[in-house]
């Protein structure tokens, strides 16, 4: 028979470690000067995002200021809609998607009444002339809607459709120097419509996107701030206080999983703040509703993984002490004891020496898992007989059972402990080994 043996623990007995973190996993959840500062940078990216559009639709409003007496009126009546959008836009703030559905409908009913009135206006025309003026008039306008529109994110939003209005514009034009304007007034008009419904989409949907944004970047920030608040914890004790020596460094019992996460999320924010951006609307309301409470519940995991470790990694040493102390019941002396690699994570090792005949026992007290452990007993020296091992094996797992650590029956494992295996200087030297 072998001088190795492994004798396994219970995963039940480590239940109150693993209710003790989840516990944890709700420290800090909802701090208020926490909130209250996502809450006002909130407001600010707002106001900032939301003032840049008006300051624009103001512009767009001063660029349109010329058109002729065929367009301004219909201008002024857009503008007049598109100021009462925003501020009901702006009234709702989260969920935009049902209410810019409606928008846009009453956006459609606004350029059908307007292509009306126009066609009656047309149709009171008399002699060519005065249809000619007209056209020249309406295309003037187009060019100056073409160019206004061109200062706008047209292409974040309606990628390719002002080239293809401005294509239409270029060949009016060669038409225009070869026939009268007055053959021309109805492709002038279409284009023209179909520049200033560009222009009120554009603008309408700059508007959505930027509260979209906004809403998106408070979620997430708030979820970064949150895995800053818990990246380090107290510890909450039998008595639920938190020990004043004892931190949770959620970072480093989850082997860098908090950093990841923080980077993703990081990641995501700089990618939202880019106005320019690649991101839709519709990504940034996926933040909101998907994104954001995966990170939650991910930070919720991570806290609580790092605080069953850092449990498992106490009862570890505690069940290290309890086998020292059965083992000196049986003639032996501590001669020292370190973790593996130096560290709190990895097992733990303790070497005693029998008073009498100088055999030395390595006690390996080793993590399985997140929050289980296994223990292996290695025997150097030991001229004892097997039964005498045997019994030495029992008594210690009878020590052990009577303070409470529920432990198997030892299995032999059928080989000699190397020298290396029982080597200190080499235990504390080696490297952290990664999942």
Not at 22 to 31: C, G, I, K, S, Y
Request: proline share 3%; charged share 35%; net charge negative.
């Amino acid at each position: 028979m072998s001088g190795a043996k492994r004798i396994s623990v219970d995963q039940g007995a480590w239940n109150r470690a693993q209710k003790a973190a989840r516990r944890l996993a709700d420290v800090q959840r909802d701090l208020p000067r926490m909130l209250e500062e996502v809450r006002r940078q909130h407001q600010a990216d707002l106001d900032r995002a939301l003032g840049a559009v008006d300051r624009r639709q103001q512009q767009v409003e001063n660029d349109l200021g010329g058109l002729s007496r065929y367009t301004r009126d219909l201008e002024e009546q857009t503008n007049r809609r598109l100021r009462e959008q925003a501020s009901r836009l702006k009234r709702l703030r989260v969920e935009t998607g049902e209410e810019a559905q409606r928008l846009r409908r009453e956006l459609d009913e606004e350029r059908a009444a307007r292509k009306l009135l126009d066609d009656k206006v047309a149709e009171l025309e008399s002699g060519r002339d005065r249809a000619s003026e007209r056209a020249l008039a309406t295309f003037s306008d187009a060019v100056k809607m073409s160019e206004t529109v061109g200062s706008m994110p047209h292409e974040k939003f309606a990628p390719g459709r002002l080239d293809r209005i401005r294509q239409r514009l270029v060949h009016i034009s060669d038409t225009l120097e070869g026939q009268e304007a007055a053959y021309s007034l109805g492709r002038i008009q279409e284009a023209y419509f179909d520049l200033s419904d560009l222009r009120a989409e554009v603008q309408l949907a700059e508007r959505e996107w930027c509260l979209a944004q906004a809403e998106a970047l408070g979620a997430l920030r708030l979820a970064a701030e949150r895995a800053a608040a818990r990246a380090d914890l107290p510890v909450p004790g039998e008595d639920g206080e938190p020990p004043a020596d004892v931190r949770l460094v959620v970072d480093f019992w989850t082997d860098g999983g908090l950093t990841a996460l923080r980077e993703e999320i990081a990641a995501l924010i700089r990618e939202a703040e880019v106005l320019d951006g690649p991101l839709t609307v519709e990504d940034l309301r996926l933040a909101v509703r998907e994104h954001a409470p995966r990170y939650e519940a991910e930070l919720d995991a991570l806290v609580e993984r790092a605080a069953a470790r850092l449990y498992a990694s106490q009862l570890r040493a505690e069940t290290a002490d309890h086998i020292i102390d059965a083992l000196e019941d049986q003639g032996y002396e501590l001669v020292e004891e370190t973790y593996e690699g130096e560290d709190y994570r990895e097992a733990h090792y303790s070497k005693v020496r029998h008073l009498g005949d100088g055999s030395e026992v390595v006690v390996e007290v080793a993590p399985e898992g997140d929050t289980g452990l296994a223990i292996r007993l290695l025997s150097y020296g030991d001229g004892r007989s097997e039964t005498r091992r045997v019994q030495r094996a029992e008594n210690l797992l009878a020590a052990l059972r009577r303070q409470g650590v529920p432990v198997g029956s030892p299995t032999d494992l059928g080989v000699e402990p190397s020298p290396g295996e029982g080597d200190f200087q080499l235990i504390r030297g080696r490297r952290r080994r990664l999942d």
